[in-house]
Structure formats: structure tokens, C-alpha cells
């Protein structure tokens, strides 16, 4: 190929496009920290009605973000919505482009999408170990210096599913020099049953933190690529000048709003993770399996030197977990909790694999 391409771009990883494995039936998928559960029956219908409208643009975003406002305390000026909450990593790295400033910090390990979207944008990333597996804020707070745009804590952390506290982080937010955002990605919150957990939305207006949250795990609509964020409102109405203008498909809109309003389907989807997580903590114990307690979708699990050839031949029964060899763990593997056939599936074949 002739086109010179730039260094920052040449640096990402490729991998062809996420997860085709496993889309047709008969493959038990606890890959990719998805809800096992088709969506609330309010979802569908409300999606159904909706299609003989797919002629027109989207609807206006402000009914989500009204229902978003009255859930959290905020105002819908609060409130951002992206096509996953993914866009939206991507939108505040534009927005906070600024000359001088272009250091991002990131955990290690943690979700990889930061990094690589830091990179695209240009800017320089700082990563902070974790400490037996949880972040230590304090060191957060030891690597920023005057380049520090940018960083990015995911609380419950992916692949970990540990938490920090509301406590350290809100000591984190009040030592935090001026002109960094934090953006605090918790996809999993709704699972974290830890009382410590943070009350993040009550931060943003004192603070600079972009709270991100996602309807692709709790509430079942990954496919449809729906998330929202919540910060203060000028720096909102600044990365909303980033986006695209309809960037969230109508369908999207209308599914995430029936979610919204459905909170037993939730309660049964959480009900469900919470027999999950049991059943698998129980099963691990009996077998001798490390395992890292989660307040997540997911729980991260010590198997040894092979559990790269263990997720292979797992692969070969058409059950999909995830290798951490990525994330720097080659000895782990991440097991997103499923319902409780496949829970069942996947650790019997554990069983067996290891007899
Ligand atoms: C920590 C974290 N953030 C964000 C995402 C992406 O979420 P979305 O589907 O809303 O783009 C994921 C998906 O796995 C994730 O693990």
C-alpha cells in the first residue's frame, strides 16, 4: 500500500471486528461480559411500535436524558447520550484536546479501549498498576503532571470486577490539580452490590468527572449500541459539539427509555448475576480455583500456565470465555456470568478439561 499511515494509528492492534464467534446458536457465549437475557418485554414492544417510523431522523435525545435527570438528581443538561458509552470515550478525548496537554493516565490492566482511543487522538498514555488487583487512587494521583488531560478509572474495573470507594474517590476528586477530566467508566455499576461503591453522579458539578454508564449489560441492549454520561453542563454542551448529531438510532432511543421505566426486568436480570456469581464462587472453591471476587457481570479466575490452550479447547465445545494473555495476565481468564444453564455448561466442561 502507497499511503503513509501515522505512527499513532500504526500503533493500535488490530483485531478483525469484535466477537463474530458464537453469533449462531448453539455456542454458550460468556465472553464478552454481555446480559445473557433478551431485553424487557417493554423493550420490544416499544421497538415494534416504533418501526414504521424509520423514515424520519431520530427523535430529540431530551426524553432520555429527562429520565436519566429525574433517576440521578441532575438536569438533562447533565446528560449525554452515545452510540454505546464507547462514543463517548471517543467524543471526550476530542473535546478535551488541548495544546500542551496531552497526557492520559489508565489503569494496568483495565478496559483497553482507553489506550487505544487515547492513542488515535494523539495523546501520550501513563499507565498505573494495579495493587493486587484493585487501583490505588493515591498512585493515580503520583503519576499526574503538568501534561495530564485525561483519565480514565473503570469502577467495577474491567477485567477485574474490583471496585475503589466512594471515600477514596472523592479525596482523589479533591486533590486533583485543575485542567484534567476523569472520566469514570462504570459499565458494571448496576451489578456492584458493595455499599462503598461511589456516588459518582454527585460529583459532577463540583468537579470535573464524566461519569459514563452503558444499557449494554445491566439492561440487556448491547446490540442496539446505546450509553450516556453525565458531567457538568457547560463541559457537556462542549463534547456534545464532538459528536455526530444522530449518532444514536432511533431505535436505540426508544428501547433505552422502555428499559429505563422496566425496574423488575432489572431486578431479575441482577437477581439472576447475583445466583451466578454465587453458584460460580462455590463451584471454584470446590475445585481449588483462584478467583477474584466481582462486583460485576463477570468473574476473573486464576487456572495456571495453560489457560490459553484451556480457553482453546473450550473454544472447541463452542464455549467462549475470555483469555487475559491481553491484558497481561496469561495465567487468568475472565468468565462473564450467563444464566444458569450456561454457568452450568462452562464449568463442567471446566471439570472435565482439568480432570
Ligand atoms: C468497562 C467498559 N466500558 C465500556 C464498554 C463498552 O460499552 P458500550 O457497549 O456501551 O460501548 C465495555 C464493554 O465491554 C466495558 O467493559
Not at 1 to 16: C, E, F, N, R, T
Not at 316 to 322: P, V
Not at 342 to 353: D, P, S, Y
Request: hydrophobic letters at 45%; a neutral charge.
Amino acid at each position: 500500500m502507497k499511503l503513509s499511515i501515522d505512527d499513532s494509528i500504526q500503533g493500535v492492534p488490530y483485531y478483525p471486528k469484535a466477537a463474530l464467534y458464537g453469533a449462531d446458536a448453539g455456542w454458550t457465549r460468556l465472553a464478552s461480559n454481555e446480559n445473557a437475557y433478551a431485553p424487557s418485554p417493554r423493550v420490544i414492544e416499544a421497538m415494534v411500535n416504533a418501526l414504521f417510523e424509520v423514515n424520519r431522523y431520530p427523535e430529540s435525545e431530551l426524553d432520555l436524558k429527562g429520565a436519566l435527570a429525574l433517576r440521578y438528581g441532575l438536569r438533562s443538561q447533565n446528560f449525554l447520550i452515545g452510540n454505546g458509552s464507547n462514543e463517548m470515550i471517543e467524543t471526550a478525548l476530542r473535546a478535551l484536546k488541548f495544546k500542551g496537554r496531552t497526557g492520559v493516565i489508565v489503569a494496568e490492566p483495565t478496559f483497553a479501549f482507553y489506550r487505544i482511543a487515547a492513542k488515535i487522538y494523539g495523546y501520550d498514555v501513563t499507565s498505573v498498576p494495579l495493587d493486587s488487583f484493585r487501583l490505588d487512587l493515591g498512585r493515580v494521583t503520583e503519576r499526574i503532571d503538568e501534561r495530564t488531560r485525561v483519565i480514565f478509572l473503570c469502577n467495577p474495573n474491567n477485567p477485574t470486577g474490583t471496585i475503589f470507594s466512594d471515600r477514596a474517590f472523592a479525596a482523589f476528586l479533591k486533590s486533583l490539580p485543575p485542567e484534567i477530566l476523569v472520566v469514570v467508566d462504570e459499565a458494571y455499576a448496576e451489578f456492584a452490590e458493595d455499599r462503598l461503591f461511589p456516588r459518582s453522579f454527585t460529583y459532577v458539578d463540583e468537579h470535573p468527572v464524566l461519569v459514563l454508564r452503558t444499557f449494554s449489560k445491566a439492561y440487556g441492549l448491547a446490540g442496539l449500541r446505546i450509553g450516556y454520561a453525565a458531567a457538568e453542563e457547560s463541559l457537556v454542551s462542549f463534547i456534545e459539539r464532538t459528536k455526530q448529531p444522530f449518532s444514536v438510532n432511533m431505535m436505540a432511543l426508544i428501547a433505552a427509555k422502555a428499559a429505563l421505566s422496566d425496574e423488575r426486568h432489572l431486578g431479575s436480570v441482577l437477581e439472576n448475576n447475583r445466583k451466578g456469581r454465587k453458584y460460580f464462587y462455590d463451584a471454584f472453591e470446590a475445585l481449588g480455583i483462584e478467583f477474584l471476587p466481582s462486583q460485576a457481570n463477570f468473574v476473573l479466575i486464576k487456572v495456571g500456565p495453560d489457560a490459553e490452550a484451556l480457553t482453546g479447547r473450550l473454544f472447541e465445545k463452542k464455549i467462549l470465555i475470555r483469555w487475559l494473555g491481553a491484558y497481561n495476565l496469561p495465567e487468568c481468564v475472565r468468565v462473564t456470568i450467563g444464566t444458569m444453564v450456561e454457568n452450568k455448561v462452562f464449568l463442567e466442561a471446566l471439570k472435565r478439561l482439568r480432570a
